[in-house]
C-alpha cells in the first residue's frame, strides 16, 4: 500500500509563470510544486495490483511519468475546478495498457463539468473521426454515501472551498489488512468545514490537507488555520499540499508542530513509513 503524492501545488503551479522569487529560483526541489493530485497504489484482496488516481491535473501525464506509474483502474474527482480535471484525456493511454474501462467517481456537478468538457470521450459516437479517446464508467457519488473499490472503503466527505462544495476522500483499509497509511483522508481545497463531516475524519492514520500560505485566502485554509485542525483531529501525520510560491519547504516544515509537515512532489507514504521517492 502507498500513497504518492503526485502533486502539491496551488493551480499555478510552483515555479509561476514569470517569478523570479527565492522559492520560484530555489534550487531546492521539495519548492517544485506541479497541481495537486495523488495516487494510491495497492494490491486488491485477489492479489491485482491498482492504482487509483486522485484527481487529474494539468500536469497528469509528466506526474505519470516521473512517478513510473504504469496504471489507473479509477480516478475520483474532488471539484471540477480546471487543475483538478484538465488532465482526464491523458488515461487514454492507460486503456490502451489494460484493455479496458476506467472508472470516474465525482459527484453531480463535477460529473456534468467533465461531460460538457470532454465531450468528444462521454459523446464518442458524435466525433467526426474515430480517434484514440478515453474509454470511462462515470459513477455519481454523495457526501456521507460510503462505497467499497478494489476491497478499499471510500467516504466521500463534504468540505467547503468558500462558497463551493466539494468532496474530500476517506479510505479505510479491509478489515484485518495491512493499513500503510489508511486509514486517509485526502481534503485538498478546503478553507471550512461542515459539522457533519468532523465526525468523519476522526480517527485517523493519515490527515491530508490544504495550506494555501500564510496570508488569508477567501477558499482556502491558511498554515495555521491547517495546523488547528490537524490539532482538532489528532491524526498520527498531517500532510498539507496545495501551497503556493509563498510557502520555501526548508523554512515552512521545520516551523511546523510535531506530526505535521509539508508535503512535496513524489513524497510517498509506504507501508510502514514515510519513504521519500527521489527528488532529483
Not at 61 to 84: G, K, M, P, S, Y
Not at 108 to 127: A, D, M, P, Q, S
Not at 231 to 246: G, K
Request: hydrophobic share 40%; proline share 8%.
Amino acid at each position: 500500500m502507498r500513497f504518492i503524492f503526485l502533486g502539491t501545488g496551488t493551480s499555478s503551479g510552483v515555479p509561476v509563470i514569470g517569478c523570479a522569487c527565492a522559492v520560484c529560483t530555489s534550487t531546492d526541489p521539495r519548492d517544485r510544486r506541479l497541481r495537486a493530485g495523488a495516487a494510491l497504489e495497492f494490491t486488491d484482496p485477489e492479489g491485482k495490483p491498482r492504482t487509483i488516481l486522485i484527481d487529474a491535473t494539468p500536469d497528469l501525464r509528466q506526474q505519470v511519468l516521473e512517478r513510473r506509474i504504469a496504471r489507473c483502474d479509477a480516478v475520483l474527482f474532488t471539484h471540477n475546478h480546471v487543475d483538478h480535471t484538465f488532465g482526464l484525456d491523458d488515461v487514454r493511454r492507460f486503456n490502451a495498457l489494460q484493455g479496458g474501462p476506467i472508472d470516474v467517481f465525482a459527484d453531480g456537478h463535477t460529473l456534468e463539468h467533465l461531460r460538457r468538457v470532454y465531450k468528444h470521450i462521454f459523446e464518442k459516437e458524435h466525433n467526426v473521426n474515430d480517434s484514440f479517446v478515453a474509454t470511462l464508467i462515470a459513477h455519481r457519488v454523495a457526501p456521507g454515501e460510503a462505497f467499497d473499490l478494489f476491497g478499499l472503503r471510500i467516504t466521500p466527505v463534504r468540505l467547503l472551498h468558500g462558497r463551493a462544495e466539494i468532496l474530500g476522500y476517506r479510505f479505510d483499509p479491509p478489515a484485518g489488512a495491512p493499513t500503510g497509511p489508511l486509514p486517509l483522508a485526502y481534503c485538498t481545497d478546503v478553507n471550512a468545514i461542515p459539522p457533519e463531516t468532523w465526525p468523519r475524519l476522526r480517527g485517523l492514520r493519515t490527515l491530508v490537507l490544504d495550506a494555501l500560505r500564510h496570508r488569508r485566502h477567501p477558499t482556502h485554509f491558511t498554515v495555521d488555520e491547517a495546523v488547528q485542525v490537524a490539532a482538532s483531529l489528532r491524526p498520527q501525520s498531517t500532510y498539507f499540499i496545495h501551497m503556493t510560491h509563498d510557502l520555501p519547504h526548508e523554512a515552512t516544515d521545520s516551523s511546523l508542530p510535531d506530526g505535521v509537515r509539508l508535503a512535496y512532489d513524489g513524497l510517498t507514504l509506504g507501508a510502514s513509513q514515510d519513504v521519500p521517492s527521489s527528488i532529483s
